[in-house]
């Protein structure tokens, strides 16, 4: 089977850094992407890996390892906009995208 | 950037009721669209993948006769649900890419919360 492992909630102060995992078990691989979505909405496109390595994008940066079937959204200077629930998805050879579990974030001041 | 367009936004309707949700594609061609359903607090489940022209492709468990998809056009496709009962009260949402490799982010419509009473 197919899944994507996230953990299910993640809080943080303002001005923090917070990483999250997931690792991944997919019949195919095409690259680890990460969206945002906020409570009601839809997911928004964060960032994409398709190689081994550090993405930096502004204050969000994610990171992915193949050989460990592992990635990590990093996101720097928290601001509480940022609360929302982040999901990883591994875009497979049929251009689907199979989604993680979710992680939520919560940010205080 | 690309906008992709879901409509209705919200729809409550009785049970036995058949509902249309169309999702567009404005400023750019998707030759393959994506329908999801999620549950509050839950991930994106795919329902089925929409290609123009030709059947939808439906994931396991996804009822075909339940879930209509159409893709009239390489800027169109609809999901259908039928007969709605309470259990298919759901956030659907749908999603297309500009073109086909792993590198093209899917953008996804904004979404319709269906609530069967």
């Known amino acids: 089977g197919q899944s994507l492992e996230q953990p299910s909630e993640v809080t943080a102060v303002e001005g923090a850094i917070v990483q999250i995992n997931c690792t991944y078990q997919t019949s195919g691989f095409y690259g680890l992407s990460w969206y945002q979505q906020h409570d009601g909405g839809a997911p928004t496109f964060l960032s994409y890996n398709a190689l081994d390595g550090l993405e930096e994008t502004g204050r969000f940066s994610s990171f992915l390892s193949r050989s460990d079937s592992y990635g990590y959204l990093l996101l720097q200077e928290l601001q509480m906009k940022d609360s929302a629930s982040y999901f990883c998805?591994?875009?497979?050879?049929?251009?689907?995208?199979?989604f993680g579990t979710g992680t939520r974030l919560q940010v205080f001041p | 950037g690309a906008v992709v367009s879901q409509h209705p936004s919200w729809v409550i309707c009785k049970s036995g009721t058949s509902v249309k949700i169309e999702c567009r594609s404005l400023d750019f061609q998707a030759t393959t669209m994506f329908w999801y359903r999620q549950f509050p607090k839950q991930s994106l489940m795919l329902m089925a993948t929409s290609n123009e022209g030709s059947k939808a492709t439906y994931e396991q468990g996804v009822e075909k006769d339940k879930f209509l998809i159409n893709h009239a056009s390489l800027t169109l496709s609809t999901l259908t649900v039928t007969s709605a009962h309470p259990e298919d009260s759901s956030f659907y949402i749908c999603?297309?890419?500009?073109?086909?490799?792993?590198?093209?982010?899917?953008?996804f419509g904004d979404g319709t919360r269906l609530s069967i009473l």
């Open positions: 998805a591994v875009r497979d050879n049929t251009d689907k995208l199979i």
């Open positions: 999603s297309g890419s500009e073109s086909q490799g792993g590198n093209q982010p899917q953008h």
